[in-house]
């Protein structure tokens, strides 16, 4: 029963059987994207109200949901990718380091602010964020617990003996997104190994459930705001392709009494208020987490979308996350972070997490050309040799 | 946060926001149709090949899979339907007695032949089936084992007291669809009670798992025929909208280790043969059970169609179902079944399963205005008054 990879790669028909199975299971897993034609939620003209009579004699209308909203699989690969158990482990255990030290710098204004500096003179973007965080912090903070759902992506490096490293591409602190999706594609991979008769191959695909996880993690927010009727405010864009993996967590949230209301950054200028303690409310509805799926690209903001940013930041809900958070996952931070001696700054007594996380640096370049002035700062006390390779 | 059904019903933005969690995790759930537009499931010309290198050094290419091949969802209701659970338990009670039923009149030739004599005469589909039959009797049946995957469709009938009654619309003895998305519907209707709060009623939603249920029938036919390397052979149409209900059964048998391949009858023409034992072999793979999800109207049968189907049921395949179960399931079988004391000459021996039977039996008209000699016939003996109710 068991095929061989060498002639399975190269049986074009037995591949395309192969990935007819994939694609079909992947949809039935809800591995699914909404299609670029018709992104939006709101195609929704399709209840229909049936009336039929009922057993006891009375008559009663049903919705039937009938409609062609289509969506299809989100790209995957056929097969599974090999990762070696090492830098799994490796990046298992750093996890909790990168966490630690995104946390570290969210609340160190002093370094956000230096750091950011140059970017905010020449980025609009960062420019606006940062003004909010500092009116937040001219205002006084409302709500001192924070939440961060962080994914840190990585690619494996050869080294010139051989060996394979562990390199951090970057790491996501607003809207990381996949996690929902991804909890589905095991069982994806596990059926194409086992139709091609590959039944110990597939027993060895890890299970992974991230959507439950990151679940768990806005539970705990809601349940350490400590308000049973608050709901979650989810801030989604209006074309979301991407809604299936939302809507993953969005139904282990459920699964747990937790309701999530979707709503755009339009909605919360509309129709969202704080009371005078600083609570907010959309419809009427307390808000005890907002779980921003919105809000990290320039395009996302009008000027009426930074005010309704300014609302939710000043409120005293659990931000996922509050803008210092997103802030701290900008690319000049994460240049910063790679000079020399600056881990050892901002996670003081900890050279064993500082080691951890220094060992996933890849070499940065910065492309701010006008903030040479700033690069060359850096690049004092270096030798030359090495500054090709240092983070300016 | 649970909403009274009454105001629902009325607020009109609530329901269709209803709507879209509803139809989003069915999508998520499989609860899935290919489009009209799109149906077949050859259009997989989506096969990226990438060349990268990998981490030993050595470049390696993986297919990554990018398509639109787009899918909605079938038809559901917004809201779980109330059934009487005495209805429920005597639909269940009496399944058996119809499964044994359908079985007695295949199993009877002369009761076959006598009954769709009439019919065979003006209907070329049903006298294509039948010499099929013959054909396969006069040749002596290669398979003593026999698989029916029945479903029993029903409604509610108010009596004139109030009560309601269970009664059958028809019963499908081939192709019977829908089992596999049935088995993922509870969790939709859970969802939506969810949504509105009504947990205690969400929680009270049985759950459905047929595909699990026919799986386990073609896992026990395969089983029967006793060779581990034999497959189950799935015709199936080239443009099947309903696909994700048939990957639903062979999800369930891939999770067994038994291999189903699907097929179209134009392709058993071609590549179907028969061994001296009349073993049937596709693509040079025995098969253990055919399995139709094809061949139940007029329009599937070309010549060459009618051809492989023959070759089919000659085969020692266990036919899931064999051509004598398909034709008990004709309306007129159906029809003369609720013949007074035919089923007690089907089921002799058996009055407390007869009177299950008959208490599901609603009034059947003929619409056989030619036939009118045997509906006269049939009428002989009856009162003139009863004629009208009566099954002819």
Known sequence: MATGWGSLLQDEQQLEELARQAVDRALAEGVLLRTSQEPSSSDVSFILMHRIPSVNGSQFSFPLLMAILVVSYAPFTLFPSLVPSALLEQAYAVQM????????????????????????????????????????????????????????????????DGSAALKQIEINTISASFGGLASRTPAVHRHVLNVLGKTKEAAKILSNNPSKGLAMGIAKAWELYGSANARVLLIAQEKERNIFDQRAIENELLARNIHVIRRKFEDVSEKGSLDQDRRLFMDDQEVAVVYFRDGYMPSHYSLQNWGARLLLERSCAVKCPDIATQLAGT???????????????LLPGQPEAVARLRATFAGLYSLDMAGKDTCDEQARGTSASNQSHRAC
Do not use: C, P, W
């Not at 966490?99 to 420019?127: C, G, H, M, P, Y």
């Open 97 to 160: 380091d990168f966490n630690l030290l995104v946390d570290a710098v969210s609340q160190n204004a002093a370094f956000l602010e230096q750091t950011l500096s140059s970017t905010i003179k020449r980025d609009n973007f960062t420019a606006h964020l940062f003004d909010i965080h500092k009116q937040v912090l001219k205002e006084g903070i409302a709500q001192t617990v924070f939440l961060g759902l962080n994914r840190s992506d990585y690619m494996f490096q050869r080294n010139a």
């Open 331 to 345: 690319k000049k931070v994460q240049q910063e972070l790679s000079r020399s001696g600056m881990l050892e700054v």
